[in-house]
T-cell receptor, first 114, second 118 residues
Framework: QKEVEQDPGPLSVPEGAIVSLNCTYSNSAFQYFMWYRQYSRKGPELLMYTYSSGNKEDGRFTAQVDKSSKYISLFIRDSQPSDSATYLC??????????????FGKGTLLTVNP | GAVVSQHPSRVICKSGTSVKIECRSLDFQATTMFWYRQFPKQSLMLMATSNEGSKATYEQGVEKDKFLINHASLTLSTLTVTSAHPEDSSFYIC??????????????FGPGTRLTVT
């Protein structure tokens, strides 16, 4: 079992739809949970991060973490064509020292159609 | 702020040759830089972590003699793929952090370098 599982999609939605992206993980030591957006042939760009469990909202984006289920989600409200990209979840088990490497999911390719 | 650049953005080389990729932090000093590799439809996989002025730490399964990493200054790290083969063709991405003890989300990624070995 991979440490982080993410459905690669592709996911295609109409403009204005609510998008739900998810990842599951197996390492209970993960404490930091990040979502990155990656446009084609570009580097990842941090969207949101959450420490431990709970929800976090930033504009049209909401990140949720359920550590009991080892399940994280990213919701995008009122999706726009400019949201079309690959969304990567990433996790880390430590905040310092030499062990805070990021473990990424494969990414979900999202297309928002006008 | 926190801009990371990579050069070149794309490179094609012949099998057996070496290729150097540069990663620069443009507006901050990066004590720590990370090198990732991303195959099509796959996760970003960490290859190595480098701290300025010291040897890089490689992840399991990454050949340190094949992927030479140099972090000679606080704004520049280089990855040299030696004796490249077609299976080394991939998207190489670096990231930079102000210090080793920053929170894990405080890594800033470069735009990536597409390497094609023919």
């Amino acid at each position: 079992q991979k440490e982080v599982e993410q459905d690669p999609g592709p996911l295609s939605v109409p403009e204005g739809a609510i998008v739900s992206l998810n990842c599951t993980y197996s390492n209970s030591a993960f404490q930091y949970f990040m979502w990155y957006r990656q446009y084609s042939r570009k580097g990842p760009e941090l969207l949101m991060y959450t420490y431990s469990s709970g929800n976090k909202e930033d504009g049209r984006f909401t990140a949720q973490v359920d550590k009991s289920s080892k399940y994280i989600s990213l919701f995008i409200r009122d999706s726009q064509p400019s949201d079309s990209a690959t969304y990567l979840c990433a996790m880390s088990s430590d905040s310092g020292g030499s062990n805070y490497k990021l473990t990424f999911g494969k990414g979900t390719l999202l297309t928002v159609n006008p | 702020g926190a801009v990371v650049s990579q050069h070149p953005s794309r490179v094609i080389c012949k099998s057996g040759t070496s290729v150097k990729i540069e990663c620069r932090s443009l507006d901050f000093q990066a004590t720590t830089m990370f090198w990732y590799r991303q195959f099509p439809k796959q996760s970003l996989m960490l290859m190595a972590t480098s701290n300025e002025g010291s040897k890089a730490t490689y992840e399991q399964g990454v050949e340190k003699d094949k992927f030479l990493i140099n972090h000679a200054s606080l704004t520049l790290s280089t990855l040299t793929v030696t004796s490249a083969h077609p299976e080394d063709s991939s998207f190489y991405i670096c990231s930079a952090s102000l210090t080793l003890n920053r929170d894990p989300y405080e890594q800033y990624f470069g735009p990536g370098t597409r390497l094609t070995v023919t």
